[in-house]
């Protein structure tokens, strides 16, 4: 699958200029960040996307267009935004392929990934059936070639056939019946496999063993045996649950199951071609955008203009903005109650260095609003470099 990004063109990070850590705090980027994420874990990846700005002219119209497109299309955006937890568990580093599957657990996380890739996948391709031949933004139609790449593949369609049968075969074992021989003392002297079930064993009452009554089902004459209670300190702690596998018939029994799933493994290797990892790599790339956009609606919604400004070559050294506001205070004045509407209470300012002038000369009272001012010139020109709408009717 060629590697693509929807952040880059190039599918890597070209030309970018580090966002100095007194910037960050001057322009309190830290808080346009809480106001984008929707939750805690996700700030990390945002914080890293704030702190490098673009250089380059077609990076930034790249990303222009692609969140454009997202907003012109709530529907698509809307299918997009349900994938998102896929891609995030594709992600998990414990999903990542390994070079062997041939323990039970590495056979169950390889059949979690290629369910999530088939889910993925599958999800995908309905949010861009939804939106052919009318996406303009070239991040999203090459995105729309791979899944459908990816469809047609005769290996990915052999997989969609095979893997229900079998995700059945290693979920739908819950339990295993095992002969025991005795010798003339009756002690336990060899053991053989007998079944697979679909259920698991449960406990008989002193009832049910008295009276030969309970319900159907897998049920033994005796309490299930489980690994012993012990407290790992040797004080007067909360006793746990040995871990089974330090328990010699749990060892045994282990092995037993790593031979049911051998023909599991067998079969899953026919697939080893296929993986999530380019998948994965899209869940940071498109929250970015798909926060970002909530945002802005969010600020709309509440009467306030923003604009996608046009970039120009930066050897012209322009910054233009018409009717620009602060986004901090906007953010702030967004969680206010007040009987004026927020546009009205937030105060509107050009902004304009170009060949006329490049250098302003701010002068007024102290809380006149001069550090607002400056603040709001380095929000516009951030964000214009990070390819979103800046806080401006035009710009």
């Not at 609606?297 to 970039?311: D, H, W, Y």
């Not at 102290?366 to 001012?373: D, L, S």
Request: with cysteine; proline share 6%; hydrophobic share 45%.
């Amino acid at each position: 699958m060629n590697e693509f990004s929807l952040l880059w063109p190039d599918g890597q990070p070209t030309r970018t200029w580090p966002v100095a850590p007194e910037t960050f705090r001057d322009l309190e980027l830290g808080a346009i960040v809480r106001a984008i994420c929707t939750q805690p874990r996700y700030e990390r990846a945002l914080h890293d996307h704030f702190g490098q700005l673009c250089l380059d002219e077609a990076t930034i119209r790249y990303r222009q267009t692609l969140l454009q497109d997202l907003d012109a299309q709530p529907e698509f955006t809307r299918l997009l935004t349900e994938a998102l937890p896929l891609l995030e568990e594709l992600a998990l580093p414990g999903l990542r392929q390994k070079k062997q599957v041939d323990s039970l657990p590495a056979v169950l996380l390889r059949a979690r990934e290629l369910e999530l890739l088939v889910a993925t996948v599958q999800g995908l391709q309905t949010a861009f059936a939804a939106v052919v031949g009318v996406l303009q933004s070239e991040g999203l139609r090459r995105w729309q070639a791979a899944i459908a790449e990816l469809a047609g593949d005769s290996q990915f369609q052999a997989l969609c056939l095979e893997l229900p049968e079998l995700l059945s075969a290693l979920r739908g074992r819950a339990s295993i019946t095992i002969g025991v021989n005795l010798d003339h003392q009756l002690r336990p002297e060899a053991a053989v496999l007998l079944a697979v079930n679909a259920e698991r064993f449960t406990e008989s009452s002193l009832l049910d063993r008295l009276f030969g009554k309970g319900k159907t089902g897998l049920r033994g004459i005796a309490p299930l045996h489980q690994p012993p209670l012990v407290n790992p300190t040797g004080g007067s702690g909360t006793p746990q649950r040995l871990s089974a596998q330090m328990v010699p018939l749990f060892q045994d029994l282990a092995k037993i199951l790593e031979h049911i799933a051998e023909p599991v493994a067998r079969e899953l290797r026919k697939f080893a071609q296929l993986h999530g990892r380019w998948l994965a790599a899209r869940h940071d790339e498109l929250l970015f955008y798909l926060q970002a956009l909530a945002l802005w609606q969010r600020l709309q919604g509440a009467g306030l203009t923003l604009s996608f400004p046009a970039i120009v070559p930066a050897a012209e050294r322009r910054l233009e903005a018409a009717s620009a506001f602060n986004l901090q205070l906007a953010l702030r004045e967004l969680d206010r109650r007040d009987v004026i509407p927020v546009d009205q209470r937030i105060v509107k300012n050009d902004i304009q260095f170009g060949e006329d002038g490049r250098i302003a000369i701010l002068t007024g009272p102290n809380q006149g609003g001069k550090t607002t001012y400056m603040q709001s010139i380095g929000l516009v020109q951030v964000l214009a470099q990070l390819g979103l709408p800046v806080p401006a009717a035009a710009s």
